[in-house]
């Protein structure tokens, strides 16, 4: 059982955050404890990394599998590369070009790491975030700091220091609340592997992005293959990043179908979500406001049509959906290219059937 807290929040500017702020979050982390703060993706959930105690937390927090490794995050590139056993070429080309930033790389790890960090596997996940508040609490707190996002296991990532405390509020110790973390998905993330680079996780940076900086990278099928059994790569399991209701993916055309199969299975007392990117939605025969208001039992989150703003939007839609007790959410399947890559990855893995059931 998790020890209970009464959780604080530190209010911080997202801009300038002040030192005394920072400073009272860094001792907590320096003590062994946990602090939840925002980076440039969402809310992590932080402890000294070099700590297997502290760190041994984290996973009861969440109720993280031990099994599922963790991000280490540092204030710098020196940092990063004094938790690595060795640093290759590609990973010294991707860290100029792309941190701080959303980029994880994984390398060979060296015995600074504990296993309990990277799952007992001889590699790490590093990464340097660049959201003002994150790096301040990093530098403040002077030791790495592992932090996988800041929610129960499984559950939708947090944007927010409210979505934080909505599943661990009374179980952390403390939110650092630097306002909404801007990204709104998690980090992408590269193994450097004898093999040559591989993406295991996409993100925020396109493998076309990456692409340019080193090169043709291999792509994970997005499982933990066995080409992936020894690699420290947190976010892909199947079932990930999931709203309390069934999400269901629809093809646009037939959302129409599927949101009236809906109704007609359901109570007229239930309410069901509706996620899509069009500017203009064409249920016709349902009423409805611009959102998030309901209408004849029906929420409608209309996220921008580009990836960046939908990745921005998409935890945040889910979070509403969540605090409205839907009883299922349809969503629209956003184009199959590499410019959605990552919001189709969060989107199949927090739904109940992936994107198996796209055809009605």
């Known amino acids: 059982m998790p020890e209970i807290f009464k959780t604080q929040v530190i209010t911080v ?17 320096r003590r062994g404890r946990l602090v939840a703060f925002p980076t440039e993706t969402v809310y992590g959930l932080g402890a000294n990394a ?33 938790l690595a056993a060795r640093w290759p070429p590609e990973a010294e080309a991707l860290a100029a070009a792309f941190w701080p930033g959303p980029l994880s790389i994984v390398v060979p790890r060296s015995k600074k790491i504990p296993d309990i960090v990277s799952a007992g596997k001889p590699t790490v996940a590093l990464r340097v975030p660049s959201n003002p508040v994150a790096l301040a609490l990093l530098r403040a707190a002077r030791v790495p700091v592992a932090a996988p996002s800041a ?59 990456i692409e340019a ?77 611009t959102l998030p208001d309901f209408e004849e039992g029906l929420l409608v989150q209309m996220l921008p049509d580009s990836p ?11 979070h509403t959906m969540d605090a409205a007790k839907v009883h299922r959410i349809v969503a629209e399947i956003p ?13 199949g893995r927090a739904s109940l059937y992936g994107f198996k059931d796209t055809h009605s």
Request: net charge negative; hydrophobic share 40%.
């Open 13 to 29: 500017d997202a801009a300038h955050p002040d030192a005394g702020a920072i400073e009272e979050a860094a001792s907590i982390i």
């Open 50 to 82: 070099r700590d297997s105690m502290a760190v041994s937390t984290i996973f009861v927090a969440k109720q993280r599998p031990s099994s599922n490794p963790l991000i280490v995050h540092t204030s710098s590139t020196e940092e990063a590369q004094a």
């Open 151 to 209: 929610n129960r296991s499984e559950k939708i990532s947090p944007t927010t220091a409210e979505h934080v405390l909505h599943t661990l509020d009374g179980r952390i110790p403390a939110v650092l609340d630097g306002g909404p973390a801007l990204g709104g998905i998690e980090s992408t993330v590269i193994a450097i592997t004898s093999d040559g680079p591989m993406i295991l996780r996409p993100g925020l940076i396109s493998p076309a992005e």
């Open 213 to 289: 900086v080193i090169g043709p990278v291999r792509r994970s099928d997005g499982t933990h293959s066995e080409e992936v059994s020894d690699l420290a790569t947190p976010g892909i399991r199947l079932r990930h990043y999931a709203p309390q209701s069934p999400l269901i993916l629809v093809n646009a055309a037939n959302v129409q179908k599927r949101l009236a199969k809906l109704f007609s299975k359901l109570s007229t007392e239930a309410n069901r979500g509706y996620i899509t990117l069009s500017e203009e939605t064409k249920v016709g025969y349902i009423g409805y406001r």
């Open 308 to 318: 960046q703003g939908y990745a921005e939007q998409l935890y945040a839609a889910l």
């Open 335 to 347: 184009p199959d290219d590499d410019d959605w890559l990552a919001i189709r990855d969060r989107l």
